[in-house]
């Protein structure tokens, strides 16, 4: 999801980061939902993460929340 809507924007992972103020290596694991990562993102992150890609917060949350879900 997360890649798809940045791809959709036509932005690398590094202008991503740059966006919402984390590194490229950041966004790679969020978009890939690695554990450590996504149980960190705060509420600031994810709400500019969804603002840069035009999503909901709530959105961007369920789809690192699910996975935790079902992987961990």
């Given amino acids: ?4 809507a940045r791809m959709k924007k036509g ?3 590094t202008q991503l980061g740059n966006l919402v103020g984390v590194s490229q290596s950041y966004i790679f694991k969020l ?3 690695q554990k450590y990562h996504v149980e960190n993102a705060t509420l600031k992150t994810i709400t500019k993460l969804a ?4 999503l909901k917060p709530t959105d961007v ?3 690192l929340i699910s996975h935790q879900n079902s992987k961990y």
């Fill in 1 to 4: 999801m997360l890649k798809n």
């Fill in 11 to 13: 932005l690398t992972q």
């Fill in 31 to 33: 978009e890939n939902r």
């Fill in 51 to 54: 603002k840069a890609l035009n």
């Fill in 61 to 63: 949350f369920e789809f």
